[in-house]
C-alpha cells in the first residue's frame, strides 16, 4: 500500500511539472487557453529599416520630395449687376451700375523642383494670369513663388522660389528611350487633397493632333492624373523624370485613364531657354499647311504622301519673300524629309531666326529649291 501512494505521488508531482511548463510555454495547448485571455501573435525577427522593398515604395520615396503644390490667385472683375446685359434696365439706370466689381479667384496645381536652387518647372496653365503664387513643398516648408517664363506653345513654365541652395531636386530620366507598356508613376496634388501617386504604364508615344497646344508629342499614360496633378511628375520605376504631366481626356473632370504628359525631351530643351533668356525662341517662315492626304496626292498626280500642302502663305512673312505659294508641296528642309506636319513645324522651329534654309517644293509636278530666310515665330496672342 505504501509503494502505491509513493507512485502515485510521484505521477502527480510530473504531471503538474509537465502541466506547469506547457502552460508557461505553450499555453495554446491547453483546452481552456482560449477562455483565458491568451492570445497569440506572431512578428517579424526584422527591424522596420530592413524590411524588403515591396512595389514601387523606393521610387515613390525617391521623387516625392521633389513635387511641390502650387497654389495661385487673382483677381478678376465681374459686373455689379447681373441685369447690365438687359437694355431696358440700362434705360432706367443709365450706367450707374456699370462697374466691374474685382473678385478673388484661386486654382491649385503641382511642380516639381528641377535644381537645388529652387527651379520648378511646372505647365502654363497653372500659372497663367497669376497674381500671387504659394508653392508648398513635401516637407511642409512654403514659400512665394515668381514666375522666370513661360510657354504657351508647349503648356510649360519656370518659377523660381528662394529657399536656399539645398532643395531636392528630381533626376531627369530619358523620355527617348520609354517603350509603350513600361510602368510608371504619377506624382502631384489631385483636387488639393495632397500629395499622391498613382500607377500606371505608357498607353502611346508621340501623340499629336489634339488640339491642346501648338507643339504637341504627347505621353499617354493610363496613371490617374486629375485637376490638380497639372505640372506633376511622371516618372519611371527608378524614380527619374520621363515627363510633366498636362492634360486628361475626360467628358467630367475625372480621370478615365487617358492623361497626357510632355515629354522630358521637350520639357528640357523649354526650360532652359526659360532660365536663360526667360522665353523661348522659335524660327518662323509664315506658312500654314495641312497633311497631304491619299486623296490630295491622287489629285496632284503624287506618287506618295511623303510632305506637306501649304494651304496659306502670310503675307509680308520670309516663305512669301521667298516665292513660296500656296499649293506649293514641301517635302523637305535642308534636305530633312517631312513625313508630316509635326515634322514640319518642329524642324522649322528648331531653325534659328537669321539663318537661311533650302526649302524643297513640288510645284506642278516639279522639283524647285527656294531659300528662306528664318525668321522669329511670333507670341501666341493670348500671351501678347
Not at 79 to 99: I, L, V, Y
Not at 243 to 252: C, L, Q, T, V, W
Not at 297 to 320: M, N
Request: hydrophobic fraction near 40%.
Amino acid at each position: 500500500m505504501r509503494k502505491f501512494w509513493l507512485l502515485f505521488a510521484q505521477a502527480t508531482t510530473v504531471g503538474l511539472a509537465l502541466l506547469f511548463v506547457v502552460h508557461t510555454l505553450r499555453p495554446s495547448l491547453l483546452p481552456n487557453a482560449a477562455r483565458s485571455g491568451v492570445v497569440t501573435l506572431y512578428e517579424s525577427a526584422m527591424n522596420g529599416g530592413d524590411l524588403p522593398s515591396v512595389g514601387f515604395s523606393k521610387a515613390a520615396q525617391k521623387v516625392m520630395p521633389a513635387v511641390v503644390n502650387i497654389f495661385t490667385s487673382s483677381e478678376v472683375k465681374t459686373p455689379a449687376s447681373p441685369f447690365m446685359d438687359d437694355p431696358r434696365f440700362r434705360f432706367f439706370f443709365g450706367d450707374e451700375f456699370d462697374n466691374n466689381v474685382p473678385q478673388q479667384s484661386s486654382s491649385l496645381g503641382s511642380g516639381v523642383i528641377v535644381s537645388h536652387d529652387g527651379y520648378i518647372l511646372t505647365n502654363h496653365h497653372v500659372v497663367e494670369s497669376a497674381d500671387e503664387i504659394e508653392v508648398a513643398l513635401a516637407d511642409g516648408r512654403t514659400a512665394k513663388g515668381h514666375i522666370i517664363g513661360s510657354d504657351p506653345d508647349t503648356d510649360l513654365a519656370v518659377i523660381k522660389v528662394d529657399l536656399g541652395n539645398n532643395l531636392p531636386a528630381i533626376t531627369f530620366g530619358q523620355s527617348d528611350q520609354a517603350h509603350v507598356g513600361d510602368i510608371v508613376l504619377a506624382v502631384g496634388n489631385p483636387f488639393g487633397v495632397g500629395q499622391t501617386v498613382t500607377m500606371g504604364i505608357i498607353s502611346a508615344l508621340k501623340r499629336n493632333h489634339l488640339g491642346l497646344s501648338t507643339f504637341e508629342n504627347f505621353i499617354q499614360t493610363d496613371a490617374a492624373i486629375n485637376p490638380g496633378n497639372s505640372g506633376g511628375a511622371l516618372v519611371d520605376v527608378e524614380g527619374n523624370l520621363l515627363g510633366i504631366n498636362s492634360a486628361i481626356y475626360s467628358p467630367n473632370g475625372g480621370s478615365l485613364g487617358i492623361g497626357f504628359t510632355i515629354p522630358t525631351s521637350t520639357a528640357k530643351k523649354v526650360m532652359e531657354q526659360i532660365i536663360q533668356n526667360g522665353s523661348v525662341t522659335r524660327g518662323w517662315v509664315g506658312i500654314a499647311v495641312q497633311e497631304l492626304t491619299p486623296e490630295l496626292a491622287e489629285s496632284f498626280k503624287l506618287k506618295d504622301t511623303q510632305g506637306v500642302l501649304i494651304a496659306e502663305v502670310v503675307r509680308g512673312s520670309p516663305a512669301d519673300k521667298a516665292g513660296i505659294k500656296a499649293g506649293d508641296i514641301l517635302v523637305s528642309i535642308d534636305g530633312k524629309p517631312l513625313a508630316d506636319s509635326t515634322a514640319m513645324l518642329e524642324t522649322i522651329s528648331s531653325l534659328p531666326p537669321g539663318k537661311e534654309a533650302a526649302l524643297m517644293l513640288l510645284r506642278n509636278q516639279s522639283e524647285i529649291e527656294l531659300k528662306v530666310k528664318v525668321g522669329k515665330r511670333p507670341k501666341p496672342k493670348a500671351q501678347e
